[in-house]
């Protein structure tokens, strides 16, 4: 029999992400619908030991979903790797009548969670970071707004390259992952596209390439460079110095994780935040909620966290030729 959930908590964890706040909001009205109670944990499991918690309403939530970050707050809380902390994070949830919990974050976010349902709390992970890193979803909050956010920078930067006729180099966000750097790439048009599941490390093919496109009459050349290879700035002093183009290095940083959700994030977080609420009331735990081949899923924690995600082969070729 499946343990009768009364009680669900939320809380956001690891890096912020556009869409969180209509995750936050679909999990409070969904459960309130269903005739359960909510507690809103804030800055994540940090806030969790703190016993930072609070009885959440419908009305806590009204007003958010069009907001960027995240009104639980967020933390990283290094403390909470240790099993007998997290026993204690455990024990604090029920303390304060807390069954069933929903965790809103990346890979690091669902260890915690593994954690709280290994210490007998019913937990469910929702994927909610910019860098789509996580393998058992097409889709994470947050992407799809800080993709358009990049790109619309991006699309600025080019303007005085163009004018100035000088080499960018712009380094996008998504930690060891290049999703947002490929996704910005083809989207913006980039003449050299740098990921780090696929840098073989070699410049000289990168100068060759501006010298030639100069040759050509291209008058800017646009490098988009992912977080996970960085150095753009010694980089662009390398080229300049090969190509003896004028070469500006640009780092899009933390500007990417902020701003007003798009109409996909808020619209995939609502759906997500009310399947967690709904498979909680069926028992499950351990899980994380995903979008894959045009469904919304849920799989296992660990069975999730073990597959590997790797750049699409097709869309990597595309992105070459274009
Ligand atoms: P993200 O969830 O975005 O991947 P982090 O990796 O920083 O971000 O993880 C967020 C938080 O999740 C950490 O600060 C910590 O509180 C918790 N966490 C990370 N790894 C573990 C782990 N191995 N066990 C338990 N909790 C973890
Ligand atoms: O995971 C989201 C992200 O913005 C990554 O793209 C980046 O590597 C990291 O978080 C930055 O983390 P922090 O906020 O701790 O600097």
Not at 75 to 83: G, N, S
Not at 238 to 259: C, P
Not at 291 to 312: P, S
């Amino acid at each position: 029999m499946a343990k009768e959930v009364k009680t669900i908590g939320v809380l956001t964890s690891g890096g912020d992400a556009p869409g969180m706040n209509a995750a936050i909001r679909s999990v409070v009205r969904v459960a309130l619908a269903r005739g359960l109670k909510v507690k809103g944990i804030r800055r994540g499991y940090l806030g969790l030991l703190n016993e930072d918690i609070f009885d959440m309403q419908s009305r806590d939530v009204s007003d958010i979903i069009q907001k960027g970050g995240t009104v639980l707050g967020t933390a990283r809380c290094l403390e909470f790797k240790q099993p007998e902390v997290q026993k204690q994070g455990a024990d604090i949830c029920r303390k304060h009548g807390i069954d069933g919990m929903v965790v809103i974050g990346g890979d690091g976010s669902y260890r915690g969670a593994q954690a709280l349902s290994r210490n007998g709390i019913n937990t469910i992970g929702l994927p909610g970071t910019i860098d789509l890193d996580i393998s058992c979803t097409d889709y994470t909050i947050g992407f799809d707004t800080a993709v358009n956010t990049a790109m619309q920078a991006i699309d600025k930067v080019k303007d005085t390259s163009s004018s100035h006729e000088r080499c960018s180099i712009i380094e996008v966000m998504g930690r060891n992952a290049g999703y947002i750097a490929l996704w910005c790439g083809i989207a913006n048009g980039a003449e050299d596209i740098l990921l780090p599941e696929k840098y073989d490390f070699d410049e000289q093919k990168i100068i060759n390439n501006i010298i030639q496109n100069r040759k050509k009459g291209k008058n800017h050349h646009l490098i988009i460079n992912a977080e996970g290879i960085g150095h753009s700035a010694s980089m662009a002093r390398r080229i300049e110095a090969a190509t003896g183009i004028e070469t500006r290095a640009t780092i899009l940083g933390y500007m990417q994780r902020g701003g007003s959700p798009t109409a996909k994030d808020r619209y995939y977080a609502s759906i997500m935040g009310a399947r967690a609420v709904d498979i909680l009331i069926e028992g499950k735990t351990n899980r994380i909620v995903g979008y894959r081949g045009g469904e919304f899923i849920d799989v296992d924690i660990e069975e999730g966290l073990a597959m590997t995600k790797e750049i699409n082969e097709y869309e990597y070729e595309v992105s070459k030729l274009l």
